[in-house]
C-alpha cells in the first residue's frame, strides 16, 4: 500500500499586523498598493484582535479530520498548507515529499468550485510539486458542496440561527445567504461557481421549509472589474427599505472564523444595519464541528475509494 496523505488547503492570514503589506503584495502578485490601501487592512484586522483565527482553526479541522478517517481505518496524515501565507503550499508539498507521501487527497476548505479559486490552489500545488522534484500522485477534490452531512450540518446551523430571535418574530426574518464574491466575467466562462452556491442556497431552503431567503455575494476586491452581486451591503439597505428588522445571514461560502465572517459580516454588515434599524444576527462558522468535519472526511474518503494518481 503507498503511504498515503491528505492535504488540506486554505487562503491564508498573516500572523501579526507588520505582516500586512507582505501578506497583501503576495495576493496582488506584487502589483502595486497604497499606503491608504495596507493601512485599511491592517484596520480591519485590529477590530478583530490583530490577527485572523484562519490558521488556528484549519489546524484543528485538519487534526480532526486526521482523527476520523483514522477511526474509518486509513492510515495516513493531514497536511495544512496556505495559498497566500505560511506554512506556504511549497514548503509543505516539499515537506510530505521528505516525508515518503506517494499519494495524496488535496482538499480546499471551500465547498464550492471555481477555476479562479480552487482552480488556483491546484495550480500551486502543481508548481509544488515540480519545484521538489517530487512524483506525488494527488487527487483533487474540486468541489463537495453537495456532500450530505454538510447540508445537514448547514440546515442545522441555520435552524439555529433562527432560534436567535424571539419566536413571534421568527416568521419575519430574512435568511441571507453569503458567499464570497468572485469577477463576474467568470459567468461568461462557464465557470459552475455562481450555480453550486445558489443551488446550495435553494436546496437548503427546501430542507429548512417555509423560510424567505434570498443570496448574495460579500467581501469583493477593488479590482476595477465588475464581480459578482448583489453584495450584502446593498441587500441590507434594500431589504430596510422592503420593510425588513430581522435578517439572519448565513455564509454557506465560508467553513471557519476568519476575517470575512469577524470584519465583514460582525463589524461591517452590522454597523450598516443599525444604520437601517435592522437586526441581524449570523450562524455560527462550522469551525470544527463533529457533523461538519464528517462531511469533510467523506469527501476525502470518496477521493481515497476512487484511486489515486495524477
Not at 3 to 13: E, I, K, P, Q, T
Not at 174 to 180: D, G, L
Amino acid at each position: 500500500m503507498p503511504n498515503r496523505a491528505v492535504l488540506m488547503l486554505a487562503y491564508g492570514s498573516p500572523d501579526a499586523l507588520d505582516d500586512m503589506e507582505a501578506y497583501l503584495n503576495d495576493i496582488r502578485g506584487g502589483r502595486p498598493m497604497s499606503e491608504e490601501f495596507v493601512a485599511e487592512f491592517r484596520g480591519r484586522y485590529a477590530q478583530i484582535g490583530g490577527r485572523s483565527p484562519l490558521h488556528e482553526r484549519t489546524v484543528e479541522q485538519a487534526k480532526a479530520t486526521e482523527a476520523v478517517l483514522r477511526a474509518r481505518g486509513h492510515d495516513l496524515s493531514v497536511y495544512v498548507g496556505m495559498r497566500h501565507w505560511r506554512p506556504w503550499i511549497k514548503d509543505v508539498v516539499a515537506q510530505m515529499h521528505a516525508d515518503g507521501v506517494e499519494e495524496a487527497v488535496a482538499i480546499v476548505m471551500a465547498p464550492h468550485y471555481s477555476e479562479m479559486s480552487i482552480g488556483r490552489y491546484w495550480e500551486k500545488v502543481g508548481k509544488a510539486r515540480a519545484a521538489a522534484g517530487s512524483s506525488i500522485g494527488f487527487a483533487f477534490v474540486d468541489s463537495w458542496c453537495w456532500q450530505p452531512k454538510l447540508l445537514k450540518a448547514q440546515e442545522a446551523f441555520v435552524q439555529a440561527g433562527l432560534e436567535k430571535f424571539p419566536d413571534g418574530a421568527r416568521r419575519t426574518v430574512k435568511v441571507v445567504f453569503s458567499a464570497h464574491s468572485l469577477p463576474a466575467r467568470l459567468l461568461k466562462m462557464g465557470d459552475p461557481y455562481d450555480d453550486e452556491l445558489k443551488g446550495n442556497a435553494k436546496a437548503l431552503a427546501g430542507r429548512l421549509g417555509d423560510v424567505d431567503w434570498t443570496f448574495s455575494y460579500q467581501s469583493a476586491a477593488h479590482t476595477g472589474e465588475p464581480w459578482l452581486g448583489p453584495q450584502i451591503e446593498d441587500v441590507i439597505v434594500d431589504l430596510a427599505g422592503e420593510g425588513y428588522r430581522n435578517v439572519l445571514v448565513a455564509p454557506i461560502g465560508f467553513v471557519c472564523d476568519h476575517v470575512e465572517i469577524l470584519y465583514d459580516i460582525d463589524i461591517g454588515v452590522q454597523k450598516i444595519a443599525k444604520e437601517q434599524g435592522v437586526r441581524v444576527e449570523r450562524i455560527e462558522s462550522m469551525n470544527s464541528n463533529p457533523l461538519f468535519i464528517e462531511a469533510v472526511a467523506d469527501a476525502v474518503e470518496e477521493k481515497l475509494n476512487e484511486g489515486m494518481g495524477g
